[in-house]
């Protein structure tokens, strides 16, 4: 079992990878292992990579329906940040993803799990919230 710390990296890892499948796993470990209290960030933050495998297979209206719902399961540890997430920008990242989902020249990059003390505070709708995203020709942000 990996400590919340472990998940969060190796996720990130995944994420950055182009790996959203293998991310939701270890989230998906975090989930089934966390203490009650925590089950709803895991299983939102598994849901929200979910999305993302959605959306790089095409299935836009599994993304449609996991975004949202991945979000909403986040959303009240948003004051917390647990575990150094940024849970706002996470959230963020994917209303912002949602909102774009009809554009064809969007890009959703993977979003950054935690803020490093160098981050600097950001634009959301210009990086998608968690200091990467959504990208389209109009907008800068995130890696492809």
Do not use: C
């Amino acid at each position: 079992m990996r400590t919340p710390a472990d998940t969060v990296a190796e996720a990130q890892r995944l994420l950055d990878a182009e790996m959203p499948f293998h991310a939701h796993e270890v989230f998906e470990d975090a989930w089934k292992s966390a203490v009650e209290d925590e089950r709803l960030l895991w299983q939102g933050l598994a849901q929200l990579a979910v999305g993302l495998t959605h959306l790089r297979r095409g299935n836009i209206a599994g993304a449609r329906k996991l975004f949202p719902r991945g979000a909403d399961r986040i959303r009240p540890y948003a004051t917390q940040s647990p575990h150094g997430l940024d849970v706002a920008g996470i959230v963020g990242w994917a209303e912002e993803a949602a909102e774009g989902l009809d554009d064809p020249e969007l890009h959703v990059a993977a979003p950054r799990l935690t803020r490093t003390n160098t981050d600097e505070p950001r634009d959301r709708r210009a990086t998608g919230g968690a200091g990467e995203g959504v990208e389209d020709g109009n907008r800068t942000g995130g890696s492809a």
